[in-house]
């Protein structure tokens, strides 16, 4: 199984997946730096020490909303879309997946009760936040890759 997936389509990144199995040592860092969002794995020993260190005040400009979502429990079908509202396929998420959804537009199906955080960016804007549009009809969803 791929533990770590970039979804793409054409030469545009729509989502980074980091399935539950994904076990490195070290720091790895999954985003690109361009990205307002940053993604990154820590696997450390007992006794590691991280230096204490707070963040600076530094100014980003943030244009579109990326989000994380860490599944808790159960199974989410992510759909993804183009912005042009236009199907493309989907995945399927299980308890210990992450996934960072950087670009295009999706939804959600939940094929099993989850649980899930969500982090993005904030402060929430509501309905200005997001363009809501009609979803593909059930049988022309294409799943691809692990948990089914």
Known sequence: MEHVEHV?????LYAIIVRASFREP???FFSSPELSQQLAYMN???GKSI???RHNKVTREVHYTQEVL???KGKLQVDFYTVEENYLESRVLGAGDI?????????FHVLEPVEMFEIKQGPYSGENDKTRFAE???SEIRVKGPGL
């Open 136 to 138: 593909v009809a059930q």
């Open 26 to 28: 070290g720091i790895h």
């Open 70 to 72: 860490l599944i808790q």
């Open 44 to 46: 450390h020993p007992k």
């Open 99 to 107: 996934i960072l959804l950087c670009s295009g537009a999706h939804g």
């Open 51 to 53: 230096e204490p260190h």
């Open 8 to 12: 793409r389509f054409g030469d545009q």
